[in-house]
């Protein structure tokens, strides 16, 4: 893991507490995302982002949001959060319904909003890493200076297409950032037993590509990473490979009931003390920046607010029926009576 630098600046107290809200924000939504999912409001298949609320915040505050593109796979809750897509909008696609991001066809896994840079949301393993390529491809051909922040899994980075990517990224000098989303577990089989080498973040090094391999557990350390990364990328136009070493509390996805067949309940306590929310807590109180009683408060304001959330999406219709072939593309007109 590479060494960490010593900050130039203390963040400020104003950007303390927002990562801290932040973090909270996603934590609290993926909760009342795996309770819609026990009510059987949630359809399709879920996979929330508990404990890796560091590595989004970190990001994604790094970057020129709705100028730089984001796209990742089907863990993606929190990118739409941090980007500022409606929280309701967010809750109402993954139940399904009329009013989400994309009028309840696409569920958890699809979450999309163009409008925001924000290309989604894919539910095949692998399959969205050359969009991102692409999307960097794009703005290496229009000779503009955005960043391409293209997320993917442990798992995903054992997919051929991973490496075509890598490859043109390195041969094109793609403005493109792989953030390998390392939370130790290919759905249920550990990085060990799925990964000749694990030290993924190698995988660019034979493409000529710098990469190196991050903290994704320190909200601070992770954000002065990304923005230096992002930084560089922004300057020199070239891709960058990275390795962020996080951990997911829930299971790979909401019907992941059985984590004890994969991992023990000892690991998971012992990395339960990495906690990024609990971290800043330290730090908060460190700085004196905020007491025990702000941040109860705020804790109480957010999950209020994700209670209304769920009350909005949970109230908007379903899809109706005559829609279904809405925005699919056919040049047959179907038959009447179908």
């Known amino acids: 893991m590479a060494k ?50 560091a590595l989004a915040v970190g990001w994604l505050n790094s970057i020129r949001k709705g100028d730089d593109w984001v796209i990742t796979a089907y863990r993606d809750h929190a990118h739409a959060l941090l980007l500022g897509v409606d929280p309701v909008a967010v809750m109402s696609e993954i139940m399904g319904r009329q009013g989400g991001t994309s009028h309840g066809r696409g569920g958890s896994m699809h979450i999309y909003d163009a409008s925001r840079h924000f290309a989604g949301g894919w539910g095949i393993v692998g399959g969205h890493i050359p969009l991102g390529a692409g999307l960097a491809f794009a703005s290496r051909y229009r000779g503009d200076d955005r960043v391409t922040l293209n997320f993917l899994g442990d798992g995903a980075a054992n997919q051929g297409v991973f490496y075509e990517s890598l490859n043109m990224s390195g041969l094109w000098d793609l403005p493109c950032i792989y953030i390998i989303e390392n939370n130790e577990f290919a759905m249920g089989t550990r990085l060990e037993y799925h990964a000749a080498d694990t030290e993924l973040y190698k995988r660019g090094l034979p493409f000529d590509i710098k990469s190196e391999r991050l903290d994704g557990m320190d909200v601070l350390q992770m954000k002065r990473d990304a923005q230096r990364i992002v930084d560089w990328v922004r300057q020199n136009g070239r891709p960058y490979v990275v390795e962020v070493m996080t951990y997911r509390y829930a299971g790979h996805g909401a019907a992941d009931n059985d984590r004890q067949l994969y991992r023990s309940k000892e690991e998971e306590e012992r990395n339960m003390e990495r906690d990024p929310i609990h971290r800043l807590e330290k730090i908060l109180r460190e700085r004196n920046v905020m007491t025990e009683e702000k941040m109860e408060a705020i804790d109480a304001e957010i999950r209020e607010r994700i209670d209304h959330v769920y009350e909005q999406a949970d109230a908007s219709p379903l899809p109706n029926v005559e829609d279904v072939y809405e925005g699919v593309y056919s040049d047959m007109e179907p038959e009447k009576g179908h």
């Not at 932040?22 to 059987?40: D, P, S, T, V, W």
Request: net charge negative; charged share 30%; proline share 4%.
């Open 4 to 53: 960490q630098a010593e900050p130039k600046h203390l963040e400020s107290p104003a950007e303390l507490e927002q990562y801290y809200r932040e973090m909270l924000l996603i934590r609290h939504f993926e909760e009342k995302c795996n309770f819609a999912y026990r009510q059987g409001k949630a359809g399709g298949y879920m996979h929330v982002y508990i404990g890796m609320e």
